[in-house]
């Protein structure tokens, strides 16, 4: 299993400014991935960061808007940046962890709660 | 991308009566079958999975089946509780596309 923890757990902001989400892992992983779940929606993901390269962003997500380190193999941060009221969401990273046979179960941060006023 | 659609949207039971939740997916290549519960406020956690050799795999009161070749898979609660009150996401695997959601509401 993994245990996840986020930073903040949620934030009140002001549109035009940014704010940096920080992801931490109790253990190495490879692959660790964004999601954004906007109210009453499903989980959508944003992209996914393997330490040591760029994060891989999925359709309608750009790099300038939503940069991403990963600096280790246990911490990531997401920036939501020049925010505006749209981008207020439930931020959550998560992780894969490998099972036998070849599969891997995820695991969820507690996620961020963003309000942009 | 896959698609990947939840039916229904939301459910309404009576406490201990089943319910039962279909997951249809469009990557014929999906392998892994999660079911993800997220009570509100909180983050989504496994409850059941299947793998693509298994038609249907029981954990107590939950039960996930397989059908490969409709691509499609479900999950049932039987004997439900007001517990069980939460929203529930199909995820297939290895794309990282969660289901529409669906949310079970037990009623006393």
């Known amino acids: 299993s993994a245990v996840i923890s986020q930073k903040p757990s949620r934030d009140i902001c002001q549109r035009g400014t940014s704010l940096t989400i920080q992801c931490q892992v109790d253990?190495?992983?490879?692959?660790m991935f964004w999601y954004r779940q906007q109210p009453g929606q499903s989980l959508t993901l944003i992209a996914t960061?393997?330490?040591?390269?760029?994060?891989?962003?999925e359709s309608g997500f750009v790099i300038d808007k939503f940069p991403i380190s990963r600096p280790n193999l246990t911490f990531s941060t997401l920036t939501v940046s020049n925010m505006s009221p749209e981008d207020s969401s439930i931020y959550l990273c998560?992780?894969?962890?490998?099972?036998?046979?070849?599969?891997?179960?995820?695991?969820f941060g507690p996620g961020t709660r963003l309000t942009v006023l | 991308g896959e698609n990947v659609e939840q039916h229904p949207s939301t459910l309404s039971v009576q406490e201990g009566d089943s319910a039962v939740i279909k997951c249809t997916y469009s990557d014929s290549a999906s392998n892994y079958f999660p079911w993800y519960k997220q009570e509100l406020g909180k983050r989504p956690q496994l409850i059941i999975d299947?793998?693509?050799?298994?038609g249907e795999k029981k954990d107590q009161r939950i039960a996930v089946t397989l059908n490969k070749t409709a691509k499609h898979f479900s999950l049932h609660i039987t004997e439900t509780q007001p517990e069980d009150s939460a929203v529930y996401f199909c995820a297939p695997n290895p794309e990282l596309t969660f289901g529409t959601g669906t949310r079970l509401q037990v009623t006393l």
């Open positions: 998560s992780v894969e962890v490998g099972l036998a046979g070849n599969y891997n179960e995820q695991f």
């Open positions: 960061a393997n330490q040591g390269s760029e994060a891989t962003y």
């Open positions: 253990s190495q992983v490879t692959m």
């Open positions: 299947i793998r693509s050799n298994v």
